[in-house]
């Protein structure tokens, strides 16, 4: 479909030669919104030309760490780096090499396609011609030249999130930070997003995304963290998350809630010792062993009779449950 | 003066001042590309010109009113002991009333929905930009569209024989102080704003000042509540305005234009503090 796009001049492509210090470190990283405390002390490093992600449910902070990381939200306390440069002090140097993807797109709806590419462009001082060299490049890259000159609204939600990236992209940053860039939209929408979002990352762009769906963070992220009610409750590569806090498969049972009376009592008393460990879940439970259908077998042995049966590769869902005890996406 | 380092936690790098300095242009210093803002109000209008054009329309109105109506009614009106034709003495008042009142318009209505609601300028500060450059950027644009209308307004007095001294080509760098004033003063309000119908309160607020300004009559003829047109800040430039019309400068009028230039800062100062504080949380 986009067999012969070719790489824009102006979208970053770089080689690194020496060890470089991280694009971000935090330490001891703090948000209070009064007495609210929305990130908890949290320390977290990227490096460049990493694809890190913020793992976690709504209300986890994952937006307050992205908005103080931006530079569009003091930090309550710890220490924020972002280049290098101090976040509390350097703000407006930090923006100038940093692209940014809201969680909302807020285009501007008083001007086109276009014109949103160049006059985000011209805030960051850059020569108009070359603002408008850049948008066409980003159009095409994003796959929205045909709507150029049509104005924003009637774009779709996928459209529109494309466009905020190509907004993004404007500045030729060094670091992308892209907050939930799929949530809310289609399953095509969001291939075509995450394959823009890999081009990118292929390309050595730092790319720091928040997400509460996990198959986006095994598609994107090199390495995340698991985020909680502001806290960070893990770290590692999505693999080695899964390898560390999951089995290999899992047995995913149904059962009829009349049969058996009190959904999670009776099956938990059954299923003991199949698996590693078992987790019993409103509308299932899930049996966490190394080789699913060996377990599946010995439910059937034992007598049990689950209306339904999947065994399925671990997820960093199951880590996330494991963990908090609760879902991601509920 | 004392003056400790730019510390502020979210990198804006206002400096701070001693208390009694405070209220000063520091935000002055702080912008950096206020113009960029007014290069995309720029991009808008030229599309949608046709907003521009309906402005010109209502002044033109008043101007007709004073015309056909007042000044033949009225007949002269003496001041400072010269007696003037009345359409000259209103004319003025109303080009700076007019300056006032759409730049007022420009910085509440559509100040409020950038802010409140399309979220301009939450975009516009993920960039290098600064709360300071949002609230310069924004008034000067009102300016920029004032200055079109006080053009047009001066332009349409001469045609219609209204103007009493070539001064009068000086209103309109005047009605500029004035759209200023008022366009900062608006914006610091908008910000204030939780919804729609807070806007009536603009309304509340210009219909007196139009009222008492010395507008429609001289000064004096307020008696005992003239102290009270001092405290309207378009009287200052119904003042400066008026008296370029006539012919009559004084040196008082620097004080007239003192008090626009307070206005205007405080406004500037108020906006750009407590868009920081609304949008950089
Ligand atoms: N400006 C704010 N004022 C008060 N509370 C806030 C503010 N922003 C976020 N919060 C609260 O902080 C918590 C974390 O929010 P957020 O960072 O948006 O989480 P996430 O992006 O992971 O869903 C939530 O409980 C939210 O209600
Ligand atoms: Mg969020």
Known sequence: MHGNWRWPASLPCRTVATVPPSIITA????????????????DFEVEPGESFGFLGPNGAGKTSTMRMVGCVSPITSGQLRIFDLDAASDGAAIRARMGVVPQADQLDAELTVVENLVIYGRYF????????RRAAELLEFVQLT?????????????????LTIARSLMSEPDLLLLDEPTTGLDPQARHILWDRLYRLKQRGVTLVLTTHYMDEAEQLCDRLVVMDQGCIVAEGSPRGLIDQYATREVLELRFVTGDVGDHDAAPAVDIAGIGDRSETLPDRTLIYAHDGEAALAEVHRRGLDPVGSLVRRSSLEDVFLRLTGRTLVD | MTSDVATTPDGRGVPRRSSALRILPIELFAARRPHRLVERSVMFYRRAWMLLVSGFFEPLLYLL????????LVGDIEVGGVSY??????APALLASSAMNGAIFDATGNVFEKLRHTKLYDTVLATPMTAADVALGEILGAVLRGTLYSIAFVFTMWVMGLVGSPLIVLAVPVCMLIAFAFAAAGMAAATFMRAWSDLEYVNAV?????????TFYPVSSYGQWSWLVQLSPLYHGVVVVRGLNLGRLEWSMLGNLAV????????????????ERLLLR
């Open chain 1, 27 to 42: 330490r001891d990283l703090r948000k209070q919104f009064g007495d609210f405390v929305a990130v908890d002390g949290i």
């Open chain 1, 125 to 132: 001082d850059i020569p108009r011609a070359e603002c408008r």
């Open chain 1, 146 to 162: 045909e709507r150029a000159d049509e104005r924003v609204d009637p774009l779709s939600g996928g459209m529109k999130r494309r």
């Open chain 2, 65 to 72: 009113l004073v015309q056909v109506g007042f000044a033949t």
């Open chain 2, 85 to 90: 034709d009345y359409a000259l003495f209103v």
């Open chain 2, 206 to 214: 210009t219909l007196p000042l139009l009222l008492f300004s010395a």
């Open chain 2, 260 to 275: 626009l230039v307070a206005l205007a800062l405080v406004g500037l100062a108020v906006t750009a503090r407590r868009i």
